[in-house]
């Protein structure tokens, strides 16, 4: 975006103290002065650069609302997939506990192999 231009400076006014051909001549440069600023500054440049200004700052924050509108869903699904891989770990390691459980339960029942091997060691130990 380019930047606003200043306006003029306009030249010293008339003064009522000023003698008459210094106080015309002050008059006419201000006058002019005057007319083109409204008419060539402000509304041929002005008016212009502020509304092409406006329209940009209207697309900006459009563009920044709609960056925080995908950030913030963006933010909900990282959310919801930490939750969910939260709770997969959960799984994962209860399944690894009933896993630990079955080994244990299986090498003490009768009959299993796991307690013929402890029988084997211990017979082999004699």
């Not at 500054?41 to 995908?70: C, E, F, H, R």
């Not at 909900?76 to 244990?104: H, P």
């Amino acid at each position: 975006m380019a930047d606003i231009e200043l306006l003029s400076t306009l030249p010293d006014p008339p003064l009522p103290t000023d003698a008459e051909d210094v106080f015309d001549a002050k008059a006419g440069a201000t006058l002019t002065a005057q007319q083109k600023m409204v008419n060539v500054d402000i509304n041929g440049k002005l008016v212009p650069q502020i509304n092409s200004a406006t329209a940009q700052i209207t697309v900006d924050k459009n563009a920044a609302a709609a960056s925080a509108l995908t950030a913030t869903q963006q933010a909900a699904i990282a959310s919801g997939a930490g939750g969910a891989a939260a709770a997969q770990v959960a799984l994962a390691t209860a399944a690894a506990n009933n896993a630990a459980a079955s080994a244990t339960a299986a090498e003490s029942a009768p009959g299993s192999i796991g307690n013929l091997a402890l029988m084997h060691a211990v017979a082999l130990s004699f």
